[in-house]
């Protein structure tokens, strides 16, 4: 048998991720990616995982300036389109806010204008049919349950709101912006230790879930105070809300240094969403130097390590638990997670 090349940078550790990304579930157009390996029911139309996925090949473009990198991304794009009907809408404000997101870079990375006309349909159509005054003014999940708000809906709002007003000096974005934020503060967030929950009244009982307690939604409100940091009167105070929350992620959904298995699924894609926007803290504080900026620093380079080490060089697939190899059928939403995180690795802490 032939011996995997050897890996010298944490680069090229990514760079096989990605590889085994498309080597485990590659499938034929349409198709893509098959959901699952070993290969099994490609029923299901993951919209917002491949959404994540145009966000990994740019990931592994910015990096190494890699053109075969990028034409997957906008592949994927292709794709999404295609197997949406032509139609960049779909029921869940979330998952076209997450493709949103994932079209916005594609335009920083290629400067094509129908990216950023995209990115500002899906805007407007999300604000249209999903904001509204119930709980507060907020974004709703879907469009079906008006009445349900969470963070995965309105901490995307607020990122993806931010980054359009700081390519349009479009001041509506900004207001939408703050005014999610503020809703979310005040609603879902701990004002102890800036733990975030994942919504309210999904059952129609006005509570709060807090019994899903997921990577995620830190994830989402760390990077949602980052880019509301660069237009606010006070950015430091910004940066510290998310340093706290994202070190509060730590404390909170760790086991020896590695998060713990939040499941496969939706649930497997939970935590490369919090290293995603824990690269965009990290690129915002630059060479700033704290305890709690260590500290999430050394949380990277243990919890990559726990997963280089249990994907044995990235030569095999990454289960739910990092700590450990796997050993059953995966979803591709878990490959994801792996690569977002040694994509941040490489990038940020080397």
């Not at 999610?180 to 733990?195: I, K, Q, R, S, Y």
Request: glycine share 8%.
């Amino acid at each position: 048998m032939t011996e995997p090349t050897k890996i010298t940078t944490i680069g090229e550790l990514a760079d096989r991720a990605q590889d085994t990304l498309d080597r485990s579930f590659g499938a034929p157009w349409p198709q893509l990616l098959h959901n699952r390996h070993p290969a099994g029911d490609n029923a299901t139309f993951n919209y917002w995982w491949l959404a994540h996925v145009i966000d990994a090949r740019l990931d592994a473009h910015l990096r190494s300036g890699d053109p075969g990198r990028l034409a997957a991304a906008t592949d994927t794009y292709r794709n999404i389109l295609e197997r949406n009907g032509g139609s960049l809408f779909n029921d869940y404000f979330d998952d076209m806010l997450w493709y949103a997101l994932a079209i916005l870079r594609l335009y920083r990375a290629t400067g094509e204008e129908s990216y950023l006309a995209d990115a500002k349909a899906i805007w407007a159509h999300v604000v249209e049919h999903g904001w509204n005054d119930q709980l507060g003014p907020s974004l709703a999940w879907r469009k079906p349950q008006l009445d349900y708000k969470n963070t995965p809906a309105n901490g995307p709002l607020v990122i993806l709101s931010c980054r359009l007003a700081a390519l349009a000096d479009d001041q509506p974005y900004l207001d939408y912006a703050r005014r999610a934020f503020a809703w979310l503060t005040e609603t879902l967030v701990d004002p102890d230790n800036g733990f975030v929950e994942d919504g309210i009244n999904r059952q129609q009982d006005g509570k709060i879930d807090t019994q899903w307690r997921f990577t995620y939604n830190q994830g989402l409100y760390v990077g949602a105070a980052v880019e509301l940091s660069r237009t606010a009167d006070d950015p430091q105070s910004m940066i510290d809300t998310a340093i706290r929350t994202a070190v509060t992620a730590v404390d909170e959904l760790t086991d020896g240094g590695v998060f713990t298995d939040e499941g496969d699924g939706d649930c497997g894609l939970f935590k490369g969403v919090y290293y995603r926007y824990l690269g965009v803290l990290l690129d915002a504080v630059g060479d700033a130097e704290s305890a709690e900026l260590t500290r999430l620093k050394d949380f990277v380079i243990t919890s990559t390590d726990a997963l280089i080490d249990s994907t044995a060089g990235g030569t095999q697939l990454a289960a739910n638990d990092w700590r450990r190899p796997l050993d059953g059928p995966i979803d591709y939403s878990t490959q994801l997670s792996a690569i977002m995180a040694l994509e941040v690795r490489a990038r940020y802490v080397p």
